[in-house]
């Protein structure tokens, strides 16, 4: 059904698996665009009630492929840059409860695919960056407005304009994460927790899931990244930034 993708059903809980795990699961164009469709398949599933969202191998996700970004296409700048932000909506808004399940890295837009989930659980092993103004490039996809809702604006402007690396300690003590667990109990404790939401009416947890979305809609709207495009399009033709996306990925080898 997908390339760069799996989806499984068992009952009333579904899995949306990243399977390029060899490439630590990159998130290109094409992959965006079937996230966004799966979404919209686990929504026609009538059964569905829980969907867990996880990448193979060992990264939940090396975040956007700036290659496929890049790369030659009838589409315009802004229409690539835009498919970051649908995909990110069309997992917010998806009617199951979502549940990321973090193993490994997850970098970049896979922090904003994580941080689009209802809830959070991650091994002690997951490692987060957000590497964007390194790159060149602002952090986008909604990825800040759904950062300040969960973390609040000044941890927020400092994981993403210094960069650096922080483990899942920080994360749950940040907020960002429900759950903590050793690697070996991760796959043990997400089943658990979707069997527990699987069993609960359907209308008493969409619902509730419903109502905090409006809730912190008010307070810090992801409405207002409907612009995100735009500054993709200008760090990817500003000069300066251009020039700190080389420098970044010379540093490592690219």
């Not at 698996?17 to 929504?43: H, Q, S, W």
């Not at 979305?213 to 495009?229: E, P």
Request: hydrophobic share 45%; charged share 25%; net charge negative.
């Amino acid at each position: 059904m997908f390339q760069n993708l799996k989806t499984e059903m068992e009952g009333p809980i579904g899995r949306l698996t990243l399977t390029r795990g060899e490439k630590m699961n990159p998130l290109g164009v094409e992959t965006l665009e079937e996230i966004a469709l799966a979404a919209r398949y686990f929504d026609e599933e009538t059964d569905a009630k829980v969907v867990v969202v996880t990448g193979a191998g060992r990264a939940f996700s090396a975040g956007a492929d700036l290659n496929s970004f890049s790369s030659k296409s009838e589409r315009s700048t802004h229409e690539i840059a835009e498919i970051g932000r649908r995909m990110a909506e069309a997992v917010e808004g998806m009617r199951s409860i979502t549940v990321a399940k973090v193993n490994g890295w997850c970098i970049g837009g896979g922090l904003v695919l994580a941080a689009a989930c209802d809830l959070r659980f991650a091994s002690e092993e997951a490692r987060f960056s957000i590497p964007e103004v390194d790159l060149g490039i602002p952090l986008a996809w909604g990825g800040i407005p759904r950062l300040v809702r969960e973390i609040g604006p000044a941890l927020t402007k400092e994981l993403v304009l210094t960069c650096r690396p922080f483990d899942a300690a920080e994360a749950k003590a940040a907020g960002f994460l429900n759950r903590v667990v050793p690697a070996a109990a991760l796959d043990a404790e997400v089943d658990e927790l979707a069997a527990s939401l699987a069993k609960k009416a359907r209308y008493a947890i969409t619902a509730t899931k419903r109502h905090v979305n409006a809730v912190t809609d008010q307070m810090v709207g992801t409405g207002r990244s409907w612009s995100d495009a735009d500054g993709l399009v200008n760090g990817f033709q500003d000069p300066e930034c251009g020039q700190a996306r080389r420098d970044y990925l010379a540093s490592r080898g690219k």
